[in-house]
């Protein structure tokens, strides 16, 4: 597995989790990663991005102020840090690589098997 992502889990409404991507694969400073999401039925949805040499980050208008992302360059690893989660957070979340910034799935590659996060209200 070249990125696995990791720390889903069921939660109730305000709750906070914290997601992990680590990766096996090399991410070079000129790399993107990003989260994104993917409830049943519904396309895959940007959730944010850091760029890994600079560390600027992107967010989607829906987690805007909730989450952030975050990485550790030495342990190859990024996270998303999840507060005041909603139902509507309710979905598969994935990480992946992409050589710049997107804000859409098909612009990220090498994505890992995705882990649930569903949020009860």
């Known amino acids: 597995v070249q990125l696995q992502a990791s720390g889903g889990g069921l939660v109730q409404a305000g709750d906070s989790l914290r997601l992990s991507c680590a990766a096996s694969?090399?991410?070079?400073?000129?790399?993107?990663m990003a989260w994104f999401r993917q409830a049943p039925g519904k396309e895959r949805e940007f959730v944010a991005a850091?760029?890994?040499?600079?560390?600027?980050?992107y967010y989607g208008n829906s987690v805007k102020g909730r989450f952030t992302i975050s990485k550790n360059n030495a342990q190859n690893t990024m996270y998303l840090q999840m507060n005041t989660l909603k139902p509507e957070d309710t979905a598969v979340y994935y990480c992946g690589r992409g050589n710049s910034l997107g804000y859409r799935s098909t612009e990220y590659n090498f994505w890992g098997q995705g882990t649930q996060v569903t949020v009860s209200s």
């Open positions: 850091i760029r890994w040499g600079t560390g600027l980050t």
């Open positions: 694969i090399r991410i070079f400073s000129s790399h993107v």
